[in-house]
């Protein structure tokens, strides 16, 4: 082209003018083949990005699942751990409320539930002996009675 225009140089006007419409055509056709290759090509270029991205979405996907999992794994180790920790500072503390409250309760005079049961199990001993007593009828407890009647006679008189 750059050849046509040095050749033309002392043409006439209408040459120039041929020349310069026979350019621009070129120009323009030059243009849509361009165009029509980048059609034809941005779809194999496209196709080709499409298939590039599901397989980094696959790669990406299954490193995110592995790393969901492993943080997973970790946060349920912690999650644990905080609720050992927190289990036993509320058993520290209700055996500290315990204590305390024992502890007034006994500076009061209040008796403890041991100390119920060991009276408990003293009754019934004592009962029990009451009843053997009382059921053998024993000689002496026949006299001392007999011995409370005659007196109680002798005082009426």
Same mark, same amino acid.
């Given at each position: 082209? +750059? !050849? !046509?225009?040095?050749?033309?140089?002392?043409?006439?006007? !209408?040459?120039? %003018?041929d020349v310069v419409r026979d350019s621009a055509q070129q120009i323009w056709l030059a243009g849509l083949g361009a165009f029509g290759k980048a059609q034809e090509e941005g779809v194999k270029v496209f196709d080709a990005l499409v298939r590039e991205g599901k397989t980094l979405e696959g790669r990406t996907r299954r490193m995110a699942e592995a790393r969901v999992s492993v943080v997973g794994e970790k946060v349920g180790k912690a999650a644990t751990r905080a609720t050992q920790k927190a289990n036993a500072t509320w058993d520290r503390l209700e055996q500290v409320f315990e204590d305390r409250v024992a502890r007034a309760l006994n500076r009061?005079? +209040? $008796?403890?539930? /041991?100390?119920?049961h060991a009276l408990a /199990?003293? +009754?019934?001993?004592?009962?029990?002996?009451?009843?053997?007593?009382?059921?053998?009828?024993? $000689?002496?407890?026949?006299? %001392?009675?007999? /011995? /409370?009647? +005659? %007196?109680?006679k002798r005082a009426v008189k």
């Open positions: 082209m +750059v !050849k !046509k225009l040095r050749s033309i140089a002392g043409a006439s006007d !209408k040459q120039l %003018a009061l005079g +209040v $008796p403890t539930n /041991k100390d119920i /199990k003293r +009754v019934e001993e004592l009962n029990e002996t009451v009843r053997r007593l009382s059921a053998a009828g024993s $000689p002496r407890a026949t006299k %001392a009675a007999a /011995k /409370k009647r +005659v %007196a109680a």
